[in-house]
């Protein structure tokens, strides 16, 4: 196999609360190869957003993040602050879930834009408004020209969401970490999105990270998925192999959670119980106490992730 | 625009108007300006003239008619203790104030806003917690009692500054100091906490995400927005110019707005008062308008507020 | 026999100013523009659109909570009386609303059990110990242990607080809950625990839901019938899996489209150009024909009616009848 574009191993995360210490990431290891568009699905809380926060340092002081993230030849994970900010935006960039507060209220569109180009591209002046105007032409966005004198508050949100995406794309970057992209937009325009993503990936061969709690989205847009729970990826595999032949047993309950929209109407199996507690997770395997197939070796140590099949990993002592 | 300024214009003069309705009737019914002016054991045919002289002998309606007549065409009155216009009296005495209130109003903003900045960005820091500390002390510790204390430290025990009267420059900086403090403390809390909303913002994240160094997020991103409720408060002080040095005035015998309000009350001479207050209500109600443009200058969304009512 | 809740040509109306105050004209903005529907008891009607389409007013209307500029609302055969009369209190037993986001519509100073009483006290029912056994009782229904009963809403978990939303709905014996996106904020293990619960509440109850959702694949799964709504109106009516697999409206058909499906294999999806216009500004002629493939010249000018089709669902398009009804065409 290729070298991967970005390479996750052992990634910890740990909150210091000032009262106590809460690990919310065990250990991820996750490899994103060129052009490749990965999935990372779970429920709120399972770690998915702190994992690429954490990579690129954007968690703040109250985090302590330990591990590595191999970008290249270089470790990401206590890299200067100096190569941090040359690598976000630059090379891996971002775009968030609710794209009309993730855009500052008081400058136009075209300054944020500009912003972007001038950091990444050294552009400026006439040269940058050039370029910006190219980029919301890019993503859709009609009579590029006026709108960059706009204010968020004066687009939509599939607009601001169309711009975010326009300034990721300004750092030409090799990885675009999206979280949860779509999640606060209505069901066409979410389709407008994601299209878009898509044809931009195609043109570019960016690789993409995106971020979803609805296996739907993640489904028709990657062509890898990655199932978290309780700040543990539990099974890595390929579309194919996820929806077809889930191997853990949450991945599996997820599935008989959901209801379909075609087909006959069958009775929702839900997962009982919740999600446990950060700082208060089980001793052994963190699904445990939710699972129908848990036997006495499941509550004694976490289980290890075991490669099951090329590209097929699970973490899970019964699958 | 001219439509929004016209009747922004009008209900500010309806509020000026407003104030001093009210502040004639309380006057007028709180204490006789004979007595006070010319003693309680005056003679009463000297009360009676005076009352006379003054029209206090007339119903108060028809008093406050004249009053609001002679108002409309800019007399204000004279002053019942030396007779000269209320109106040249309080202007004589405005620079004295601003004397001390400007700079004070200088001195809480250089040391407010970048305190409250500076904890905000090192929130849970021992500066945080330290800034805090002395902000809290800084606006619950009477005015009075400050200056007191700073009277005893710097002029009864150092030595350095004189500690009442206005002969020196040097006696204006205490004054300055006692007014300042309270400011900066009120003014370091309220940055902070819309600091601290602001970072707490997806688009701060969002603008680190994109490369920009941190400096450059807060002075670019943070600051901006953090300046909008940031203002309502400096707009406050703004209207405070004029009239919030009455307790310092007194306690440091500057013989400014607030000691010449504090006497003309104490003698019941009204139109002094009066004047006093018009001004007061004047600079609260320009500082007031002054933040809606502000606002509309800094805020884009207050410039075009779409859709008006709701769903 | 007259339907529970009847909802006849149901209007409601804002004025807006368009534009940056004090500029700017004012406008109509038609929230709700003549909706019509009938929901017998025991059953589910469920509500879908986008956001801005009138569902969330809709269900406002049905209850009072807004006042209608037009139309009316029968429940069981009587004329809604208007918000804050007596009688209209008195109905409101037998209606009550579930929203979004249950923290919200909790009070969390106040524990669980007295919250769940609390519609009691409030109509006069039942001595306090009374009270007490009909909220546990009903905590139960709601798969809720009596230990939660002394606990606050926010010490416990997002499906959880939604059950206390749903005993606190039920105390009353309601015979319609309106559901306002009841499911959306909730994990996906998690919703399909609050539908299946749901589900079971009306089959031991005999409750009708109103039941509002962008979901489309929770409405099939709850629904007897859907109603599908785009700026104000109904465009489609009728069985959800006959609407979902074979829409007539363009517009369902897109919406249908742009549900991402949870299995391998991509399907061709039909993505709509544009965004839905701003409500004050309706298209004139069908409302969707700025945005539909298929719009002729008859749509630009003629409003399309809802209007029966031969299998029996209802749908307000010119073309319904000549347009290809699979998803995947």
Avoid at chain 1, 15 to 20: A, I, S
Avoid at chain 2, 160 to 189: N, Q, Y
Wanted: with cysteine; hydrophobic share 45%.
């Amino acid at each position: 196999m290729d070298e991967p574009l970005v390479s996750l191993k052992g990634l910890t995360v740990d909150f210091d609360t000032g009262k106590q210490v809460v690990r919310a990431l065990h250990g991820i290891d996750l490899d994103v190869g060129r052009g490749e568009a990965v999935g990372l699905v779970g429920e709120s809380g399972c770690g998915k957003s702190i994992t690429w926060l954490a990579a690129l340092g954007l968690l703040g002081r109250t985090a302590r993040v330990g591990g590595e993230v191999r970008l290249g030849v270089r470790n990401l994970i206590g890299a200067p602050v100096a190569e941090l900010e040359h690598v976000r935006g630059g090379r891996i960039a971002m775009i968030f879930q609710d794209p009309s507060s993730s855009l500052n209220p008081v400058h136009r569109i075209g300054r944020q834009l500009g912003e972007a180009l001038r950091l990444h591209r050294d552009l400026d002046g006439a040269s940058a408004a050039a370029e910006a105007r190219r980029l919301l032409d890019r993503v859709g966005i009609a009579d590029a020209g006026r709108r960059l004198n706009d204010y968020p508050h004066e687009l939509s949100g599939g607009m601001n969401q169309r711009v975010m995406i326009a300034m990721a794309l300004a750092g030409q970057p090799d990885l675009l970490v999206a979280d949860e992209p779509t999640t606060a937009l209505d069901a066409t325009i979410q389709a407008q999105i994601l299209d878009l993503l898509g044809e931009i990936r195609r043109d570019s061969g960016m690789a993409m990270v995106l971020i979803s709690h609805d296996l739907g989205v993640v489904a028709e847009n990657t062509d890898r998925v990655c199932v978290m729970y309780a700040g543990r990826i539990v099974e890595d595999a390929p579309i194919a192999t996820i929806f077809g032949a889930p191997s853990h047993p949450y991945t599996q309950g997820l599935l008989a959670a959901l209801p379909e929209l075609e087909g006959p109407r069958r009775p929702l199996v839900p997962i009982a119980g919740v999600v446990p507690e950060p700082s208060n997770l089980p001793p052994g395997c963190s699904f445990a106490p939710r699972c129908g197939r848990a036997i006495a070796d499941c509550e004694r140590a976490p289980p290890i992730v075991a490669r099951i099949a090329g590209g097929h990993r699970v973490a899970c002592i019964r699958a | 625009m001219l439509r929004y300024l016209a009747g922004r214009l009008l209900r500010a003069l309806l509020t000026i108007f407003l104030v001093i309705t009210f502040a004639f009737f309380v006057l007028h019914a709180s204490g006789d300006p004979a007595l006070m002016i010319l003693s309680a054991d005056a003679p009463p045919e000297a009360v009676k003239a005076f009352r006379a002289a003054w029209g206090l002998d007339r119903p108060l309606w028809e008093q406050y008619a004249a009053y609001i007549f002679h108002a409309l065409q800019g007399d204000l009155g004279n002053s019942m203790r030396d007779g000269r216009p209320a109106l040249q009296l309080v202007l004589e005495r405005v620079p004295m104030t601003l004397a001390i209130t400007v700079p004070a109003f200088a001195l809480k903003l250089a040391i407010g806003i970048p305190a409250g900045i500076y904890a905000a960005l090192h929130r849970n820091s021992l500066a945080d917690r330290l800034t805090m500390m002395l902000s809290v002390a800084g606006f619950t510790v009477p005015s009075f009692v400050l200056a007191l204390v700073l009277v005893l430290v710097f002029a009864v025990k150092l030595g350095w500054l004189p500690s009442a009267g206005s002969d020196t420059a040097a006696s204006a900086i205490l004054p300055i100091v006692t007014l300042g403090v309270a400011g900066a403390a009120i003014l370091a809390r309220f940055t902070r906490s819309a600091m601290l909303e602001v970072l707490g913002q997806p688009y701060i994240r969002a603008a680190s995400a994109k490369g920009l160094s941190w400096r450059r997020v807060v002075t670019e991103h943070a600051l901006p927005n953090a300046a909008i409720p940031t203002t309502t408060i400096v707009g406050f002080m703004v209207g405070t110019l004029i009239a919030g040095a009455v307790v310092v005035e007194s306690v440091f015998a500057w013989p400014g707005i607030g000691r010449l309000l504090v006497s003309s009350v104490a003698n019941r001479d009204l139109a002094v008062v009066q004047v006093i207050l018009l001004l007061v209500a004047a600079t609260m109600v320009t500082a007031n308008i002054i933040v809606d443009f502000v606002y509309g200058w800094i805020d884009p969304r207050m410039r075009s507020r779409g859709l008006v009512g709701g769903r | 026999m007259t339907a529970l809740l009847e909802v006849s040509d149901l209007v409601r109306k804002y004025d807006v100013r368009q534009g940056a105050w004090p500029f700017g004209r004012w406008a109509t903005l038609h929230a709700v523009d003549g909706v019509s529907f009938k929901l017998e008891a025991g059953r589910t009607l469920g509500l879908v659109g986008e956001s801005g389409c009138g569902k969330t007013t809709t269900a406002k209307l049905v209850l009072g909570l807004v006042p209608a500029t037009g139309g009316e609302v029968r429940i069981a055969g009587e004329r809604l009386p208007p918000m804050g009369s007596p009688q209209w209190r008195a109905l409101r037993r037998r209606m009550q609303m579930v929203y979004q986001d249950p923290l919200a519509a909790l009070d969390r100073r106040v524990s669980v059990g007295r919250q769940v009483m609390e519609p009691l006290a409030i109509h006069g029912i039942g001595t306090p110990a009374e009270r007490r056994e009909r909220a546990l009782s009903i905590m139960d229904g709601v798969g809720l242990a009596p230990h939660h009963f002394d606990r606050y809403p926010h010490e416990l978990s997002g499906g959880q607080r939604q059950r206390i939303v749903l005993a606190r709905a039920l105390v009353l014996d309601p015979q319609l809950l309106v559901c306002d996106e009841p499911i959306s904020a909730l994990d996906v293990s998690i919703q399909a625990q609050v539908v299946n619960l749901l589900l079971e509440l009306q089959q031991r109850l005999g409750l009708a839901y109103l039941f509002i959702s962008h979901d489309l694949r929770m409405v099939r799964q709850i629904s007897h019938e859907v109603a599908v709504m785009y700026l104000g109106r109904i465009v489609e009516q009728g069985d959800p899996d006959r609407l979902f697999s074979q829409p007539a409206h363009p517009y369902t058909r897109a919406l249908v489209s742009a549900i991402p499906v949870a299995h391998a294999g991509r399907r061709r999806r039909m993505v709509l150009a544009g965004e839905p216009p701003n409500p004050v500004d309706r298209p004139a002629g069908c409302a969707f024909h700025p945005r539909c493939p298929f719009a002729v010249e008859r749509c630009r000018s003629e409003m399309p009616v809802l209007r029966t089709l031969a299998d029996g669902r209802r749908a307000a398009c010119h073309l319904a009848e000549a347009l290809p009804r699979s998803i995947a065409a």
